[in-house]
């Protein structure tokens, strides 16, 4: 029985053993910064923010528990349930074995860090760079194509049995973990874990998309050919037409679209209402633009 995906080497390329070494690596640099924040702020701050580091942070305060021994009592058996259950579904073999690191060295790294003191005993404070420090470390694992295992891979099971979407199935698992936290720690740590959950998931947004936000604007004018050659003409922009149609008239309505840096928007939106204040104008963020001015492919 064949588990993994075949590559394609034309729809996704082998990268080269370098380029997966260094995915190894950031797999497990990323594992430790979320163990030692996991150490430092979550733990001595009762903050129980999903995931299995949650569970583990539960069982630690109401049993006594120690933290890495849940992990990996919890993080192997559901690597292997998935490995076994989702299939071809569990992807390439590559993203197998990162995340069988990741799912190892998570727990490893709460080990050896077990005895770093504790930062702060303010719970404000844990769960706000208690959620940086692990959105930060969950970020660099995904950018090393790997994964920590726990609650992510569960929900991928669940997935497969119940037909709601991975989103869903994660987010249903880590309520009940927060809920289970506000039912044997306190309510008030589970609102901290709130905090901690949306600091994470934005975090995870900067380390793959970084804080440059190019923008992106969609441009509907009958003064189409002078607005296009005026944007390739004074902010040196490309510009691409697209065919578009009136919802209601059904008439043939040119667009333009443009990618421009922050600081050329202005000039943008007044070169655009120069020309033509009657035109319809769209602009929101687009991040890693990749091309020609912009950010080349890595």
Known sequence: MKIFKKRDKHVIPNRGKTALFMDYILVIIGSFIVGITFNVFMLPTHIASGGV???????????????????????????VIGLLILGRSFGYVDYAMKTLLGTVALPFAVFVTAGMPAATDSPLLGALFGGVGTGIGLGIVFRGRGSTGGTALAG???????????????????????????????????????????LTAKMIDVVQLGFN?????????????????????????????????????????????????QGELTHLKQLVRSIDPESFFIITNATEVFGKGFYQRT
């Open 156 to 198: 991928q099971i669940i997935q497969k049995f119940s037909g709601l979407s991975l989103g869903v199935c994660v987010s249903i698992l880590d309520g009940l973990i927060v809920l289970t936290s506000a039912f044997f720690l306190s309510l008030e740590a589970a609102l901290y874990a709130l905090i901690s959950i949306y």
């Open 213 to 261: 936000t190019e923008k992106m604007a969609l441009i509907i004018s009958d003064k189409e050919v002078e607005m296009r050659q005026a944007i390739l003409d004074e902010i040196d922009r490309g510009v691409t037409r697209i065919t578009s149609q009136g919802g209601y008239t059904g008439d043939d309505r040119p667009m333009l679209m443009t990618v421009v840096s």
């Open 53 to 79: 580091a949650g569970i583990s942070i539960v069982f630690h305060w109401t049993l006594g528990w120690a933290p890495s021994y849940v992990l990996w009592g919890l993080n192997v058996p559901i690597f």
